[in-house]
T-cell receptor, first 116, second 111 residues
Framework: DTGVSQDPRHKITKRGQNVTFRCDPI?????LYWYRQTLGQGPEFLTYFQNEAQLEKSRLLSDRFSAERPKGSFSTLEIQRTEQGDSAMYLCASRGTGTGGYNEQFFGPGTRLTVL | GNSVTQMEGPVTLSEEAFLTINCTYT??????LFWYVQYPGEGLQLLLKATKADDKGSNKGFEATYRKETTSFHLEKGSVQVSDSAVYFCALNPGNTPLVFGKGTRLSVIA
């Protein structure tokens, strides 16, 4: 396994269109996180899953955003009716929940979204 | 709430110079603290971490000490290289919760 992968790496869309991003975590990692990173800022938490259950959603996740993780493997993040303010890098991370100590979050390369 | 404040960049240094990037935090409880690095065109990588007060995290010549009394976790390196040019993020994790990041500090090292 080579790590967390995300697809696509880049997406350009017009305002009002829907977009969907995919994240494939490291196999056997049961936690999966989505973050958003805008220019000049650090990543901000959006939502996370433990297996297929979505356990927490940030207030940043408006009703135009939806995330799923069917079967507890890959995850998708969909943005409906995109706005220019949605332009950002969308990062996915995964981690295990082994016993003892801190379990590192491993990040994917991100999907850069540009909304025209 | 939980937050991280790190020094603004960009920071430009000559090769072999000493590096310090300041990071302070506000958190409830006793968070774990991290430095992540993002090289151009790549994802975030964990550089080092510390999980309790007075712990020192170290990796690739970088060090940071968890200072509870000053709520700080400053990143240092004695001699930077051109290959250290990247964006560095300080972050905290107050328990088994999502990471809270600072805004990042861009470091450029010139030969």
């Amino acid at each position: 396994d080579t790590g967390v992968s995300q697809d696509p790496r880049h997406k350009i869309t017009k305002r009002g269109q829907n977009v969907t991003f995919r994240c494939d975590p490291i196999s056997e990692h049961n936690r999966l996180y989505w973050y958003r990173q805008t220019l000049g800022q650090g990543p901000e938490f959006l939502t996370y899953f433990q297996n297929e259950a979505q356990l927490e959603k940030s207030r940043l996740l408006s009703d135009r955003f939806s995330a799923e993780r069917p079967k507890g493997s890959f995850s998708t993040l969909e943005i409906q009716r995109t706005e220019q303010g949605d332009s950002a890098m969308y990062l996915c991370a995964s981690r295990g929940t082994g016993t003892g100590g801190y379990n590192e979050q491993f990040f994917g390369p991100g999907t850069r979204l540009t909304v025209l | 709430g939980n937050s991280v404040t790190q020094m603004e960049g960009p920071v430009t240094l000559s090769e072999e110079a000493f590096l310090t990037i300041n990071c302070t935090y506000t958190a409830t409880g006793y968070p774990s603290l991290f430095w992540y690095v993002q090289y151009p065109g790549e994802g975030l990588q964990l550089l080092l971490k510390a999980t309790k007060a007075d712990d020192k995290g170290s990796n690739k010549g970088f060090e940071a000490t968890y200072r509870k009394e000053t709520t700080s976790f400053h990143l240092e390196k004695g001699s930077v290289q051109v290959s250290d040019s990247a964006v560095y993020f300080c972050a905290l994790n107050p328990g088994n919760t999502p990471l809270v990041f600072g805004k990042g500090t861009r470091l450029s090292v010139i030969a």
